[in-house]
């Protein structure tokens, strides 16, 4: 977990709220996307394209 690997509580719980919350947006070269609604949440390990821009964009 991000935990493990040392990251701060607060960090953790604002990265749950993004994931997690009704909808959101994606911002590209600091222009916001349209919002959208999440239908299902991510699994750990799951293959889908999402699933990876996440693991990139928080791995860097």
Same mark, same amino acid.
Request: proline share 2%; with cysteine; net charge negative.
């Given at each position: ?5 040392? /990251?701060?509580?607060?960090?953790? @719980?604002? #990265?749950? #709220? ?9 911002? #590209?070269? $600091?222009? #916001?996307?349209?919002? /959208?609604? /999440?239908? $299902?949440?991510?699994?750990?390990? @799951? ?9 990139? $964009?928080?791995? @860097?």
């Amino acid at each position: 977990s991000l935990l493990q690997l040392g /990251f701060n509580n607060s960090w953790v @719980d604002l #990265i749950l #709220i993004y994931v997690s919350s009704a909808s959101t947006s994606v911002m #590209i070269n $600091c222009i #916001i996307g349209n919002f /959208f609604d /999440f239908k $299902c949440g991510l699994r750990q390990g @799951d293959r889908s394209p999402l699933a990876l821009s996440m693991h990139y $964009c928080f791995a @860097d």
